[in-house]
């Protein structure tokens, strides 16, 4: 066996879940972004996702406040604004101007779509039993959005220290499931 050992600390990068996502929060009419990679889906319909949000992490206490947000799944093309976001704190800096990027009014709650993301999920917090023990949040997607120009999005997918692997080549296989 040619295998060896890996460091626990790493085991993350193996099951990094999904694309990295920025999530936006509104506070006292002041908008968030947040970078994000762990989240999971946890239910088809309704749709329903967890994601773990630190609570050091300005965003904590703004989603634990409002119980609403909406994930926002970028592409290749916003990587460095993705990283410049995940980089810097919202307490401090005004993501939306600092980054170039354009806020859009959701439809069911108070905080923005980034117009520059190819989706976009509307959420509110439906549990939060395991927030004060695990940070994680359990969100309901209310309204989703995508942009039917993007055919085949190349999605981001963090593999730790600044290190990101690209959705690119797809293949279909005989299933079942429909």
């Known amino acids: ?12 990068r193996l099951l990094e879940p999904g694309p990295v996502v920025m999530v936006t929060t509104v506070s006292k009419g002041r908008a968030n972004i947040m970078t994000l990679s762990w989240h999971t889906m946890l239910e088809f319909e ?16 703004i989603l634990k406040a409002t119980k609403e947000c909406v994930i926002n799944i970028p592409t290749v093309e916003l990587a460095e604004k993705v990283v410049a976001c995940g980089n810097s704190s919202g307490c401090k800096v005004d993501k939306f101007e600092a980054f170039g990027l354009s806020p859009v009014t959701a439809e069911c709650v108070k905080a923005p779509l980034i117009d520059e993301c ?7 917090v439906l549990d939060a039993t395991m927030v004060a023990k695990y940070n994680f949040f359990v969100l309901e997607v209310l309204k989703a959005w995508i942009d039917p120009a ?17 959705a690119g080549e797809t293949i279909q296989l005989p299933s079942k499931m429909k």
């Open 1 to 12: 066996m040619a295998k060896r050992t890996l460091p626990l600390s790493r085991v993350y």
């Open 118 to 124: 190819y989706a976009n999920l509307e959420c509110r």
């Open 150 to 166: 993007q055919k085949q999005p190349r999605t981001l997918h963090h593999q730790g220290k600044g290190v990101f692997m690209v």
């Open 46 to 61: 309704p749709p329903l996702v967890g994601c773990v949000i630190s609570n050091r992490n300005y965003t904590f206490d």
